[in-house]
């Protein structure tokens, strides 16, 4: 147990336990000298079934002996620490076989997917040291400890993961210049679009759609078509590894994709929403970037709200309910989308990504016939075609439409781009001409300015991960459950969580969030200002005292809508 601890030392406890009950394995907490890295034993299972053991490795910069260049900025080192994870990942399902009862024998690591995400699993120091966080199985038959197994998996299988891996000398070296740098250019491409007007960039070749609706690496196949832009919205940059890209630019203001059904309308949407996030070399959507602050909004009714201010979409409701400070433990289509736009813009959205497959038709739209038949005093929706335009106007937020099925939406896009077969066309020019030449004859129902109220104050005790006589109860499942204290916590609707390590970081700022910040004074605005800046200036490790491996870096805006979907939240 004593910090100088060798390899070797635990080999013996090993030995020594073997045959013993599965609690003997306590005994190996602690941290052992290894040939090329130390080892430390962070957390040992209670029993072979229950949640696996949690283990560290630290490789000194002179053994990983990655060249500096690599992470020499922390972009580069980021899409460097994503490559050395799956690395990692694809070694241990190589190595780690199963030795016994239960997960015996297993070792896993977190490893991210197509996104580039910040991460706890494998994370590379500003000085080159690079750490691993993963779990282990320890191995037992019954409840019998297996120590000459458990030996063979710390001794010798776990080393040779670590070297072919985590060593530079396992890699081609412009293999991980490639993660680093392609990194870096996302980057530097994301940085660039607020100068040039554009709040997403998609570069020509791109891949944009996926294996299928459960599985994010490209499409492939002969059938697949590349991403070639518009002459007329076509963009360029200059990289700093990639040089000169050209791609389509999508323009700050209201956008809108038309075409039939099949052709590539919610794919392209899809691929804007990811591009707030960097995607790995090989993923096809490198470089299909956004501004870092678009947020998908969708209807979803059933939701609970709590103290929002949706009356500039939605005026008093039968039965003289007011929406100034709507809440509901049940939302319509309707509310639930106009109190996730609200919400945005409370977490400071720049920009709003709306699909027609997942929008509630009567918050889109009311068109002249049904204006006609029922007056404006009997419907409570302004619908948001009312509002897109002063969306941006007011408050400077973007927002890109799918919308195959209503053509009064020409009347107030700024641009219009129309996929027909998977390739974009410019059609704004003639969108304008044939509004111009086929009036609508709907009348806009907006008498009043863009006037909403976005300071809520969270009240303490309505965010409570308590359950029974335990603290902190918070788990996950899957990418969109969240067990919070006793409540489920349902995030199906937040679509831009793209990894489960980012819901466990997730549900675990939400516990960090109420003990430190929440006091009934500040805004929900400020409490994520102030979680967001703790994770920049000391790392996710901030939110948990301890280790965890499995946490990826989340935004503010799917920290917000996971505090929003509280069903206990009070403000
Ligand atoms: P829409 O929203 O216009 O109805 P989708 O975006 O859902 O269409 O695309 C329909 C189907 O076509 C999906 O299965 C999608 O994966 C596939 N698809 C989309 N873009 C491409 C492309 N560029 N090449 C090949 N298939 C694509
Ligand atoms: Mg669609």
Redesign the pocket.
């Known amino acids: 147990m004593s910090e100088t601890a060798t390899s070797e030392g635990l080999r013996q406890i090993l030995y020594r336990i073997d045959g013993r009950g599965y609690k003997a394995y306590k005994d190996i907490a602690g941290t052992y000298r290894f040939a090329d890295f130390t080892l430390t034993v962070d957390s040992v299972q209670g029993d072979p079934f229950a949640a696996p053991s949690r283990l560290r490795a630290l490789i000194p910069r002179g053994v990983a002996a990655l060249p500096e260049r690599l992470y020499a900025t922390r972009s580069r080192a980021l899409g460097l620490s994503c490559f050395l994870a799956r690395a990692f990942a694809a070694e241990t399902s190589k190595r780690s076989t199963r030795r016994g009862s239960g997960k015996s024998g297993e070792i896993r690591i977190e490893a991210p997917g197509q996104q580039v995400l910040a991460n706890t699993a494998v994370q590379v120091h500003d000085d080159g040291a690079v750490e691993a966080r993963f779990t282990v199985g320890l191995p037992s038959q019954g409840r019998r400890v297996l120590g000459r197994q458990a030996s063979e998996l710390l001794l010798e299988a776990l080393p040779r993961i670590v070297e072919d891996s985590l060593f530079a000398g396992s890699h081609a070296d412009d293999e991980l210049w490639l993660h680093a740098a392609a990194n870096e250019d996302a980057d530097a491409l994301r940085s660039m679009l607020a100068e040039r007007g554009l709040i997403a960039f998609i570069a020509d070749g791109s891949i944009?759609?996926?294996s299928s609706g459960v599985d994010d690496r490209p499409?492939g196949g002969e059938?697949?078509?590349a991403?070639k832009s518009p002459e007329s919205l076509r963009v360029e940059f200059s990289l700093p590894h990639a040089g000169r890209v050209t791609g389509m630019g999508v323009a700050a203001g209201v956008t809108l994709i038309v075409?039939g059904?099949?052709?590539?309308?919610?794919?392209?949407l899809r691929a804007i929403e990811r591009g707030v996030y960097n995607h790995r070399p090989g993923d096809g959507r490198e470089l299909v970037v956004s501004t870092a602050d678009l947020v998908k909004i969708r209807a979803e009714d059933g939701r609970a709200v709590s103290g929002v201010d949706i009356s500039a979409f939605i005026g008093d409701l039968p039965l003289g309910k007011s929406t100034r400070s709507f809440s509901s433990d049940n939302a319509s289509g309707s509310t639930s989308q106009a109190a996730a736009i609200v919400e945005a813009m409370e977490s400071g959205a720049g920009g709003l990504l709306i699909d027609e497959?997942t929008a509630a038709t009567n918050f889109l739209i009311r068109d002249a016939r049904m204006q006609a038949l029922v007056p404006k005093e009997s419907e409570p929706i302004t619908p948001f075609i009312d509002r897109v335009n002063q969306l941006y106007w007011e408050y400077e937020i973007s927002t890109v439409l799918?919308v195959?099925g209503s053509g009064d939406y020409l009347d107030v896009a700024d641009t219009v781009i129309a996929?027909e077969t998977?390739r974009p066309h410019d059609v704004s020019a003639r969108a304008g001409a044939v509004a111009a030449a086929h009036p609508t004859g709907r009348v806009n129902e907006v008498g009043t300015p863009f006037d909403v109220r976005i300071q809520r104050r969270p009240r303490p005790g309505s965010v409570d991960p308590r359950k029974g006589r335990r603290e902190s109860s918070i788990r996950t499942r899957g990418i969109q459950t969240i067990q919070f204290g006793r409540e489920t916590l349902d995030l199906f609707a937040v679509e831009q969580i793209v990894h489960w390590a980012q819901t466990r970081a997730i549900g675990a700022a939400l516990d960090y969030a109420s003990r430190r910040y929440i006091d009934g004074q500040r805004s929900l605005s400020e409490i994520l200002d102030l979680v967001m800046v703790d994770i920049e200036t000391e790392g996710l490790d901030v939110l948990e005292r301890r280790r965890s491996g499995e946490f990826a870096l989340f935004r503010r805006h799917e920290l917000a809508a996971a505090f929003n979907r509280l069903r206990s939240l009070r403000t």
């Not at 059904?261 to 392209?268: A, E, I, P, R, V």
């Open positions: 944009l759609p996926r499409l059938a697949v078509v991403f075409g059904g099949y052709h590539g309308k919610s794919t392209l497959d799918v195959g996929m998977f």
